[in-house]
C-alpha cells in the first residue's frame, strides 16, 4: 500500500507561485509514474501534470503548460509541482496519484493511489 501525503498548499494572490510536494512513508515511488490532478467545486478532476519513473519524461494539460512544472527526487521520495503566475481559476483541490507502472499515465483511471489532497486558493 502507498500512502501518498500533500503539502504546500494555501492562499495567494493571482500572479504568486507555490510549489505542492508530495511524499510517501516506507515504499519508495520510484518505480511509479505520479501526476498532479485537481477538481474545483462542481467539477470534475482533471490531470494537470504527469511525469514518468525517472523524470524524464512529463506531461502538461493546456492550462499548465508554461506556468506550472513537475518534477521528482527519487532519492527524497517526493513529487513536486511548481507553480507560477497562478490565476484564480486554478483555485481547486490538488491531488497527488501513483501508478504502478513505469511510464507516463495521464488518465486517472490508470494511477493506483491517491492522497487526500491539498486546497489552493488564488485571490484575484
Known amino acids: 500500500q502507498v500512502q501518498l501525503v500533500e503539502s504546500g498548499g494555501g492562499l495567494v494572490q493571482a500572479g504568486g507561485s507555490l510549489r505542492l510536494s508530495c511524499t510517501t512513508s516506507?515504499?519508495?515511488?520510484?518505480?511509479?509514474?505520479l501526476g498532479w490532478f485537481r477538481q474545483a467545486p462542481g467539477k470534475e478532476r482533471v490531470l494537470v501534470a504527469a511525469i514518468n519513473w525517472s523524470g524524464g519524461s512529463t506531461y502538461y494539460a493546456d492550462s499548465a503548460k508554461g506556468r506550472f512544472t513537475i518534477s521528482r527526487d527519487n532519492a527524497k521520495n517526493t513529487l513536486y509541482l511548481q507553480m507560477n503566475s497562478l490565476k484564480p481559476e486554478d483555485t481547486a483541490v490538488y491531488y497527488c496519484?501513483?501508478?504502478?507502472?513505469?511510464?507516463?499515465?495521464?488518465?486517472?483511471?490508470?494511477?493506483?493511489?491517491w492522497g487526500q489532497g491539498t486546497q489552493v486558493t488564488v485571490s484575484s
Open positions: 496519484a501513483a501508478a504502478r507502472v513505469l511510464g507516463l499515465q495521464a488518465v486517472a483511471e490508470e494511477y493506483n493511489y
Open positions: 516506507g515504499r519508495t515511488l520510484r518505480s511509479y509514474a
